[in-house]
């Protein structure tokens, strides 16, 4: 009798081998796409957030005629007013949450101790208007009660949407900042030092309304800021210089942001190459000035700018509170 031979179920190893090979490829083609999907979203949250913070100023701007200000304070260290650097990020977060997330105090004079000099002219002995150590400040010079100074502030964006976080939350080593003071951090978090999940300071410029350029390489007035080359520009790179000078909030001033090397004449050229609104600079050739007139984008009010998924200031992933024109 012949014998028959039963074929045995399942697949061979070339076809596991084939259909494996398949399946890795796919992978290889999804992954990317799914990391691209994930990135567009998280700028899509950032833009929300941006969306949340323009709300804030706009009551903050109905309510006092101007937007905050973001001149960094400079350091002097036995000025009990201001006794270490307060950049245009920190201005921010205390504009729209107030200095101790309490909300934002009319009387504030944007210091990093919550002290202000109420005649601007030393007569008065410094008032502290917030106390972030202790809480409420019992009771200031003009305000009866703790609750008055309660009563006072107000919240110019929800605390769910502001997303702010200490400086020691955020950085290893935060200089010669207050550890305590708030900044508003963007939507790209990751797990710090400290154990919170945290992003990206947002840094805040107010626009200098005054003067009608965007050119460092042009200095029309006396050198009366931190730098002459910078003291008529619309937008001023030293508002958050300081603090883009800790550099990654992990490792510190070792890795450094493109936005701030330490090389001001290639940080100046950075910082306006970000902001320039090219088809202005064509549409404005003139004899006078034959490479344009160069103009910033939202030149009357300010800008926010994210450092991004990579969490560095002045590289391409980076998001702000306009729409650039690809140049």
């Given at each position: 009798?012949?014998?028959?031979?039963?074929?045995?179920?399942?697949?061979?190893?070339?076809?596991?081998?084939?259909?494996?090979?398949?399946?890795?490829?796919?992978?290889?083609?999804?992954?990317?796409?799914?990391?691209?999907?994930?990135?567009?979203?998280?700028?899509?949250?950032?833009?929300?957030?941006?969306?949340?913070?323009?709300?804030?100023?706009e009551l903050f701007k109905n309510d006092?005629?101007?937007?905050?200000?973001?001149?960094?304070?400079?350091?002097?260290?036995?000025?009990?007013v201001d006794p270490d650097y307060y950049s245009g990020a920190h201005k921010l977060a205390e504009a729209m949450v107030g200095l101790d997330l309490l909300g934002f105090h009319p009387k504030s004079g944007f210091t990093s101790s919550g002290f202000n000099d109420l005649d601007g002219l030393g007569g008065l002995a410094p008032v502290q208007i917030y106390d972030p150590v202790n809480g409420i400040y019992l009771p200031p010079?003009?305000?009866?009660?703790?609750?008055?100074?309660?009563?006072?502030?107000?919240?110019?964006?929800?605390?769910?949407?502001?997303?702010?976080?200490?400086m020691e939350d955020i950085y290893r080593n935060?200089?010669?900042?207050?550890?305590?003071?708030?900044?508003?951090?963007?939507?790209?978090?990751?797990?710090?030092?400290?154990?919170?999940?945290t992003g990206m300071p947002i840094l805040y410029y107010r626009a200098r309304t005054a003067f009608k350029f965007q050119d460092y390489l042009t200095n029309t007035i006396g050198g009366n800021d931190t730098d002459p080359a910078t003291n008529d520009d619309i937008?001023?790179?030293?508002?958050?210089?300081r603090?883009?000078?800790?550099?990654?909030?992990?490792?510190?001033?070792?890795?450094?942001?493109?936005?701030?090397?330490?090389?001001?004449?290639?940080?100046?050229?950075?910082f306006e190459e970000m902001l320039l609104n090219k088809q202005v600079q064509t549409a404005t050739q003139t004899a006078g000035f034959p490479?344009?007139?160069?103009?910033?984008?939202?030149?009357?009010?300010?800008?926010l700018i994210s450092a991004g998924k990579d969490g560095l200031f002045g590289t391409s992933d980076d998001v702000f509170n306009f729409t650039r024109e690809k140049q």
């Open positions: 009798m012949k014998r028959i031979e039963k074929k045995a179920d399942g697949f061979t190893i070339v076809e596991l081998l084939t259909v494996m090979g398949v399946i890795a490829v796919l992978i290889g083609l999804l992954v990317p796409a799914l990391n691209m999907v994930k990135d567009f979203s998280r700028e899509i949250q950032q833009k929300a957030q941006f969306h949340s913070i323009d709300v804030g100023l006092f005629g101007v937007y905050p200000e973001s001149k960094e304070n400079s350091y002097p260290p036995t000025n009990p010079i003009y305000e009866e009660t703790g609750q008055q100074n309660i009563d006072n502030r107000k919240k110019y964006m929800d605390l769910e949407h502001a997303n702010a976080f200490r935060w200089g010669s900042f207050d550890r305590l003071n708030f900044v508003l951090c963007d939507v790209f978090a990751k797990k710090r030092q400290s154990g919170k999940k937008y001023n790179y030293w508002d958050n210089e603090l883009l000078a800790l550099g990654d909030a992990d490792q510190g001033a070792t890795v450094y942001h493109p936005l701030r090397t330490g090389t001001v004449a290639n940080d100046l050229e950075t490479q344009g007139i160069k103009r910033p984008y939202r030149d009357d009010s300010y800008i």
